[in-house]
């Protein structure tokens, strides 16, 4: 079904719908795909195969009996092996987590994900416990990009950058703690949305740094982004960081477009430091969008800096045990940096925290009189696979880092964000720009990408690999 590859998951969930297509046809076609291609691009650790046939049984059984799977229906998705997938051990990237027993239940949003009427499909590589930008596992090997595999997918999220650029499949989950669902949408061409801190709940996942930890899907549309999203909304009191808000649907609101919003393109630390690539592009999406105004975040590179040593400190706090007892298991560079997180001051962190906090406010401030800041993804196309430093402003930097360098500081403190992906003629790799909004507005985050995508500004191409 080679149909299936170009399609998105709106258009899969229609057919099987109205019957044009069986689920079990269309996750056949995504399994046949997984398995030609995943040897080569490293995308997934685990094919949960029988439970994906099986589900699909399910729902062409539920058309038949004219019941409603839901707006996913039959449209294959996989998780970044940090989710809970029952009869899966959690990996988390790691090979200490090899030696857990299989988990009992599957996390929260995939039950969601499944309740409408999506199908598993498996459980996807990634960076060693969330913290890398690459897309380079020492255990697993890279997830490669597809759109060229000599070159990196972005990390933490790299098998799902993989997966869905590939076609393998039109959705995937990942974690995003400082960039790690908008560096791989960005390396690998993608809709990538970072939700709200709290709006999706963590439940049954494998955390990293909990008060930067968030879940959200990346897709190769807006619209899919949206009706995912929709999909795994609303309150979970396993999660203490879960917002106790109601449902608030996005995809309704996308044929609103973009008429009465102020869309302005951040400068300052948001204009420097990349290549000519990272700035171009965010230029042809503000003309794409008539957006004339600039706007500074202040203090960005003072609140990055307070994003890593919070990041450092919280997640030396999660493995200080694994450290002491099994250190000579963990990727070399992880571990590194989780013993260095781990002899921070603790008057660092405290003051890391106050300047969070002053930091916000003074941020949230702008959407007075904005709704909706442009700013570069990464400051790079894809590095090489192996890559250890590129030049910035005429400085050797380590790459590995350096690819969050527009993404921590708005992480840090929780702002929703699309990445889109743009394309240059006679260009190989694509680069992302951020969509950025106040708290609670992926609305509209997502109506912007959805008139850029309508308008043909952006795009999510399936990458051509060979004769796949």
């Not at 930008?133 to 759109?147: C, E, I, L, V, W």
């Given at each position: 079904?080679?149909?299936?590859?170009?399609?998105?998951?709106?258009?899969?969930?229609?057919?099987?719908?109205t019957?044009?297509?069986?689920?079990?046809?269309?996750?056949?076609?995504?399994l046949?795909?997984?398995?030609?291609?995943n040897?080569?691009?490293?995308?997934?650790?685990?094919?949960?195969?029988?439970?994906?046939?099986?589900?699909?049984?399910?729902?062409?059984?539920?058309?038949?009996?004219?019941?409603?799977?839901?707006?996913?229906?039959?449209?294959?998705?996989?998780?970044?092996?940090?989710?809970?997938?029952?009869?899966?051990?959690?990996?988390?990237?790691?090979?200490?987590?090899r030696?857990?027993?299989?988990?009992?239940?599957?996390?929260?949003?995939?039950?969601?994900?499944?309740?409408?009427?999506?199908?598993?499909?498996?459980?996807?590589?990634?960076?060693?416990?969330?913290?890398d930008?690459?897309?380079?596992?020492?255990?697993?090997?890279?997830?490669?990009?597809?759109?060229d595999?000599?070159?990196?997918?972005?990390?933490?999220?790299?098998?799902?950058?993989?997966?869905?650029?590939?076609?393998?499949?039109?959705?995937?989950?990942?974690?995003?703690?400082?960039?790690?669902?908008?560096?791989?949408?960005?390396?690998?061409?993608?809709?990538?949305?970072?939700?709200?801190?709290?709006?999706l709940?963590?439940?049954?996942?494998?955390?990293f740094?909990?008060s930067?930890?968030?879940?959200?899907?990346?897709?190769?549309?807006?619209?899919?982004?949206?009706?995912?999203?929709?999909?795994?909304?609303?309150?979970?009191?396993?999660?203490?960081?879960?917002?106790?808000?109601?449902?608030?649907?996005?995809?309704g609101?996308l044929?609103?477009?973009?008429?009465?919003?102020?869309?302005?393109?951040?400068?300052?630390?948001?204009?420097?430091?990349?290549?000519?690539?990272?700035?171009?592009?965010?230029?042809?999406?503000?003309?794409?969008?008539?957006?004339?105004?600039?706007?500074?975040?202040?203090?960005?590179?003072?609140?990055?800096?307070?994003?890593?040593?919070?990041?450092?400190?919280?997640?030396?706090?999660?493995?200080?045990?694994?450290?002491?007892?099994?250190?000579?298991?963990?990727?070399?560079?992880?571990?590194?940096?989780?013993?260095?997180?781990?002899?921070?001051?603790?008057?660092?962190?405290?003051?890391?925290?106050?300047?969070?906090?002053?930091?916000?406010?003074?941020?949230?401030?702008?959407?007075?009189?904005?709704?909706?800041?442009?700013?570069?993804?990464?400051?790079?196309?894809?590095?090489?696979?192996?890559?250890?430093?590129?030049?910035?402003?005429?400085?050797?930097?380590?790459?590995?880092?350096?690819?969050?360098?527009?993404?921590?500081?708005?992480?840090?403190?929780?702002?929703?964000?699309?990445?889109?992906?743009?394309?240059?003629?006679?260009?190989?790799?694509?680069?992302?720009?951020?969509?950025?909004?106040?708290?609670?507005?992926?609305?509209?985050?997502?109506?912007?990408?959805?008139?850029?995508?309508?308008?043909?500004?952006?795009?999510?191409?399936?990458?051509?690999?060979?004769?796949?």
């Open positions: 079904m080679r149909e299936f590859t170009s399609m998105t998951a709106a258009d899969i969930a229609a057919a099987v719908k019957g044009t297509m069986k689920a079990r046809a269309v996750v056949e076609a995504s046949a795909r997984t398995q030609a291609l040897p080569a691009l490293g995308a997934f650790t685990a094919i949960t195969a029988d439970r994906a046939l099986s589900k699909a049984d399910s729902v062409d059984a539920d058309i038949a009996a004219g019941r409603d799977p839901g707006p996913l229906c039959g449209v294959p998705f996989a998780v970044k092996n940090l989710f809970d997938v029952k009869g899966v051990s959690t990996l988390a990237g790691s090979k200490i987590n030696d857990l027993p299989p988990a009992k239940q599957d996390a929260t949003l995939i039950s969601r994900m499944e309740a409408a009427g999506a199908v598993l499909t498996g459980a996807l590589n990634m960076g060693e416990y969330a913290y930008f690459t897309g380079q596992n020492a255990h697993d090997g890279p997830s490669r990009n597809p759109h595999p000599n070159h990196m997918s972005g990390g933490s999220s790299g098998g799902s950058g993989t997966a869905t650029a590939s076609g393998m499949v039109p959705i995937t989950l990942g974690s995003d703690t400082n960039g790690s669902i908008r560096v791989p949408s960005s390396l690998c061409g993608l809709f990538g949305l970072k939700p709200t801190y709290g709006r709940p963590r439940a049954h996942t494998f955390p740094v909990d930067l930890d968030h879940l959200g899907p990346i897709a190769r549309s807006s619209a899919d982004l949206a009706l995912s999203y929709d999909a795994m909304q609303g309150p979970d009191p396993r999660d203490a960081a879960c917002a106790d808000r109601p449902v608030e649907p996005a995809a609101e044929r609103k477009g973009i008429g009465g919003l102020r869309i302005a393109t951040a400068g300052g630390y948001f204009a420097k430091g990349g290549l000519p690539e990272a700035f171009e592009a965010v230029q042809r999406i503000a003309a794409a969008l008539n957006a004339v105004k600039t706007v500074e975040i202040p203090d960005a590179q003072a609140a990055r800096g307070a994003a890593y040593i919070i990041t450092m400190a919280e997640g030396a706090s999660l493995h200080l045990d694994r450290l002491k007892t099994r250190h000579a298991d963990y990727d070399p560079d992880v571990r590194d940096r989780l013993f260095a997180g781990a002899m921070i001051p603790g008057g660092w962190v405290t003051k890391a925290q106050k300047l969070r906090r002053i930091y916000r406010e003074n941020v949230l401030k702008l959407f007075e009189d904005v709704d909706v800041i442009l700013a570069p993804a990464t400051p790079c196309r894809a590095p090489r696979i192996g890559q250890q430093t590129m030049v910035l402003d005429g400085v050797e930097m380590p790459v590995r880092p350096n690819l969050g360098l527009f993404t921590q500081p708005i992480s840090f403190i929780g702002l929703p964000v699309v990445s889109v992906p743009v394309w240059t003629e006679g260009e190989k790799l694509p680069i992302g720009v951020q969509l950025i909004a106040a708290p609670w507005r992926e609305d509209l985050v997502l109506r912007v990408a959805h008139h850029l995508e309508k308008a043909g500004a952006v795009r999510a191409p399936v990458a051509e690999i060979g004769g796949n």
